[in-house]
């Protein structure tokens, strides 16, 4: 791989980070709700159906902010019970970002959801699990399966 292609995948990873930790800062914190109950289901084909964004309203406007966030590299995304983000990227996001784009996610999440284990679950476009990152509070890392 040249120069010019490592400089351009590390530019994008930091520019990346740099707009959702901004983004998710200047947001200030969003105090969880009780869970909305009973919510549609959306169907968008016979093998996958999308869910609200999420099962809080806390967690509906986190779903929201990546999707508007993230154009270009998120093309679905849910939070449940405020520890829990899924999302689904697009084709454009090559395998060696991933990482990075779950890296930026989980730290926007943790802003949003304070004093909590999180986990972040990466779907290619297919809707099949291809990377899971799980924030521990205690040690502040972030181990990816």
């Given at each position: 791989?040249?120069v ?8 994008a990873?930091v ?6 930790t901004?983004?998710a800062?200047?947001?200030g914190t ?5 869970p ?14 999308q869910?609200e ?7 509906q406007?986190?779903?929201n902010?990546?999707?508007?966030t993230?154009k270009?590299?998120?093309?679905d995304?849910y ?6 983000l ?5 084709p454009?996001?090559?395998?060696n970002?991933?990482q ?9 999440f943790r802003?949003?959801?304070?004093n ?5 679950l990466?779907y ?9 990152a799980?924030?521990?509070t ?8």
């Open positions: 791989m040249s010019i292609q490592q400089l351009r995948k590390i530019l990873a520019v990346l980070i740099l707009v959702l901004t983004t800062a200047c947001s969003v105090q969880a709700k009780q909305t109950s009973n919510l549609p289901v959306i169907s968008r084909g016979s093998e996958y159906a869910l964004l999420g099962n809080s309203e806390s967690g406007d986190f779903g902010w990546v999707l508007q993230a270009g590299l998120v093309q995304a939070v449940r019970d405020n520890n829990k899924g999302v689904v990227i697009t454009q996001v090559r395998p970002d991933v990075p784009l779950a890296h930026s996610l989980a730290e926007g802003r949003n959801f304070p909590q284990d999180l986990t972040i990466v290619a476009p297919d809707k099949k699990l291809i990377l899971t799980e924030y521990d205690q040690s502040q890392q972030i181990k990816y399966q």
